[in-house]
């Protein structure tokens, strides 16, 4: 009985382990400069719709719709990231900054 007991305790620090891993190999990757950028961005934009929506300069129907273009964007680098390690190709960056572009330059107009 003692060595079954040991055992289990064995099993849950060795798998409390790995996902302190996992946890911190994938807050550095989220932090990889392409992502940052293209996150970074993303925010800078969601600021800018409330700003427009506050003083009056874009409708809330307006408003949602850029922030669904912005959270697929959003979703778009995730999967992107998903499949290539945690990262972002220069191609795949590029693209995302495209797409982020047209909504950018629809705030403010």
Do not use: C
């Amino acid at each position: 009985m003692h060595n079954v007991a040991y055992k289990i305790a064995a099993a849950a620090v060795l798998a409390f382990s790995f996902v302190g891993t996992a946890s911190a190999q994938t807050n550095w990757d989220a932090t990889h400069p392409r992502r940052a950028e293209v996150n970074h961005r993303l925010a800078n934009q969601d600021r800018r719709i409330h700003q427009e929506v506050r003083e009056g300069e874009m409708s809330r129907a307006e408003a949602a719709r850029l922030h669904r273009d912005d959270h697929q964007i959003r979703q778009e680098e995730r999967d992107m990231a998903r499949q290539n390690g945690s990262h972002i190709t220069r191609r795949e960056d590029y693209v995302l900054n495209q797409q982020e572009n047209h909504v950018s330059r629809q705030i403010g107009q």
